[in-house]
């Protein structure tokens, strides 16, 4: 079967992942992934009265497939009328999904953190989609991310996360620390859309109480051999 009710571990996903990716191109996968969370933002601004025509997304990526399957969302949405931009919180750029970004929102749409203003571009957003960290990410998000996606938590700004939300590790039910004295560093978001089955952070508290609503995307990963 393709998707399951039940909680998947990372390396047991990494391995369904591996084997369907003998077959399947892993481009397809995560074309697949970027609709499923297109959909899901397009979806969350209707619930706020928003249409997805000049609608302004801010994606804020990491450097991996996490962060392409964020850009390539975007880059779904600016086709369907979004204006939508991108800050990149890592020292490299899932190419693919930057390309098809910068080609759907114009050249200039992804910038890094200290791109001028680019921290602002999380505040002018009315929605984000965190991209930074996948099912890999560990607890807490290193200041680059926390200084985008922080923001977007204090401002009250509606947030899908793609997979898990960053700051938060996929098998554990744990939230991370504080620092410095300062909040837990992690997203809290509105909706999650995670793929092919749930993993322990979305379903067991209190970090399941950082997902939001949790949209459960068949990508085409088989669990079983």
Same mark, same amino acid.
């Given at each position: 079967?393709?998707?399951?009710?039940?909680?998947?571990?990372?390396?047991?996903?990494?391995?369904?992942?591996?084997?369907?990716?003998?077959?399947?191109?892993?481009?397809? %996968?995560?074309? /697949?992934? &970027?609709?499923? !969370? +297109?959909?899901? *933002?397009?979806?969350?601004?209707? $619930? @706020? =009265?928003?249409?997805?025509?000049?609608?302004?997304?801010?994606?804020?990526?990491?450097?991996?497939?996490?962060?392409?399957?964020?850009?390539?969302?975007?880059?779904? %949405?600016?086709? /369907?009328? &979004?204006?939508? !931009? +991108?800050?990149? *919180?890592?020292?490299?750029?899932? $190419? @693919? =999904?930057?390309?098809?970004?910068?080609?759907?929102?114009?050249?200039?749409?992804?910038?890094?953190?200290?791109?001028?203003?680019?921290?602002?571009?999380?505040?002018?957003?009315?929605?984000?989609?965190?991209?930074?960290?996948?099912?890999?990410?560990?607890?807490?998000?290193?200041?680059?991310?926390?200084?985008?996606?922080?923001?977007?938590?204090?401002?009250?700004?509606?947030?899908?996360?793609?997979?898990?939300?960053?700051?938060?590790?996929?098998?554990?039910?744990?939230?991370?620390?504080?620092?410095?004295?300062?909040?837990?560093?992690?997203?809290?978001?509105?909706?999650?859309?995670?793929?092919?089955?749930?993993?322990?952070?979305?379903?067991?508290?209190?970090?399941?109480?950082?997902?939001?609503?949790?949209?459960?995307?068949?990508?085409?990963?088989?669990?079983?051999?």
């Amino acid at each position: 079967m393709s998707t399951s009710e039940n909680i998947v571990s990372v390396a047991g996903l990494r391995e369904a992942e591996r084997r369907t990716m003998l077959t399947v191109p892993e481009d397809t %996968l995560m074309d /697949r992934a &970027a609709t499923a !969370v +297109a959909d899901a *933002a397009q979806a969350l601004a209707a $619930e @706020r =009265g928003l249409t997805v025509e000049g609608l302004r997304v801010c994606v804020v990526a990491g450097s991996g497939s996490n962060g392409g399957d964020a850009l390539l969302a975007g880059a779904q %949405l600016a086709r /369907r009328g &979004a204006e939508v !931009v +991108a800050v990149v *919180a890592a020292d490299r750029v899932h $190419e @693919r =999904g930057m390309r098809a970004l910068e080609e759907a929102a114009g050249t200039g749409a992804v910038s890094g953190v200290d791109f001028p203003l680019g921290r602002e571009r999380v505040l002018d957003a009315q929605l984000v989609i965190d991209g930074f960290a996948g099912i890999g990410g560990r607890p807490g998000l290193p200041d680059d991310a926390w200084s985008l996606l922080g923001r977007a938590v204090e401002a009250g700004l509606p947030i899908v996360a793609v997979d898990v939300p960053s700051g938060i590790a996929a098998d554990s039910a744990a939230l991370p620390d504080a620092v410095d004295g300062g909040v837990p560093r992690h997203v809290v978001a509105d909706v999650t859309v995670t793929f092919t089955a749930r993993k322990r952070c979305l379903v067991e508290p209190p970090a399941a109480l950082a997902a939001g609503r949790v949209i459960l995307a068949d990508v085409g990963v088989a669990l079983d051999p």
